[in-house]
């Protein structure tokens, strides 16, 4: 049994349907998402982003760990996982955990997937954190806040790929750049941009669909200055004429830890609540200014 809800003073009837039970204007909410959605859609689809070539191709390169050459790998896995986000990692520590034999090869320096890349100040998962981060049991972490931000994240894929021993067989800063059946052989044979011949009975695709960085083709883009879109969705904009140098500094006494950039010079003042004990100008992961 239900009771409606009193008529509300000025309230204006838009015909729409009422569900009863619930009260809830179905109609309404559909238009509403509908809208919103519309505004996001364009025709030109990934056409609207520039290709990373040229002189656009420096955004590829890692600006976190150092570039190490080795000699090319011609050896066998049972399984080898291309991806060393969380779909790699998960896979990896259950394989080992298993005794397989188990290797990931990842284009970046280190493990986490777009939580590698994606550095920017303030950046969080927008699930909670006992959802969102995989393997806390088995880890012994327990999150910090109900919406971690992007440097425990990080801290996190690298705890996982150190206590399942992922480390030991990565390949890192490798492309898969060809994948082939070998019917004979009945198993996989793996070509990557460091001109290694892998082969593997199975392989486990884990590349995301936010493997590729994305310029959007707006003016100044292909210039020395712009707007800088990260895997994950983030800007981060490049000053084409930078009138003071910036340094980058740790706010070490934030629970987070996140990176924050200080202007030097400026006027010596207390901090704020969110990171004590720090001075200066700048914005920490906290989104506030402080001065």
């Known amino acids: 049994m239900t009771t409606e809800s009193p008529a509300r003073p000025g309230r204006v009837d838009t015909g729409a349907r009422i569900d009863k039970e619930t009260h809830i204007d179905k ?7 509908a809208e919103e959605r519309d505004k996001r859609l364009r025709p030109d689809g990934n056409d609207q982003y520039l290709r990373l070539t040229g002189e656009l191709a420096r955004y590829l390169d890692d600006p976190y760990t ?6 090319p790998r011609t050896d066998h896995r049972t399984v080898v996982c291309v991806g060393g986000g969380f779909a790699g990692l998960v896979t990896g520590a259950r394989l080992a955990e298993a005794g397989v034999d188990v290797r990931i090869i990842e284009k970046g320096g280190g493990f986490g997937g777009t939580w590698y890349w994606n550095r920017y100040p303030g950046a969080q998962c927008d699930t909670a954190s006992m959802v969102y981060l995989p393997l806390l049991e088995e ?9 971690v931000h992007g440097p425990e994240i990080l801290a996190h894929c690298q705890r996982i790929g150190r206590q399942f021993g992922l480390y030991d067989d990565v390949l890192f800063h490798t492309e898969v750049t060809a994948l082939t059946w070998d019917e ?11 001109g290694d011949r892998l082969t593997a009975t199975f392989v486990v695709l884990g590349t995301g669909p936010l493997s590729v960085p994305k310029l959007p083709g707006s003016r ?20 084409a004429a930078p009138q003071r140098t910036f340094r980058a500094r740790r706010c070490t006494s934030s629970p987070i830890s996140a990176w924050a950039s200080s202007a030097p010079g400026r006027p010596q003042s207390s901090a704020c609540r969110i990171c004590p004990g720090t001075a200066g100008s700048f914005t920490c992961s906290s989104g506030r200014r402080h001065r």
């Open 27 to 33: 109609d309404t909410l559909r238009r509403r998402y």
């Open 66 to 71: 150092p570039w190490t050459e080795r000699a």
């Open 139 to 147: 880890t012994g972490h327990m999150p910090t806040e109900k919406y």
């Open 184 to 194: 004979a052989r009945t198993r996989w044979v793996i070509q990557t941009s460091r």
């Open 220 to 239: 100044g883009s292909a210039r020395s200055g712009g707007t800088r879109s990260t895997p994950a969705g983030g800007t981060t904009t490049t000053p």
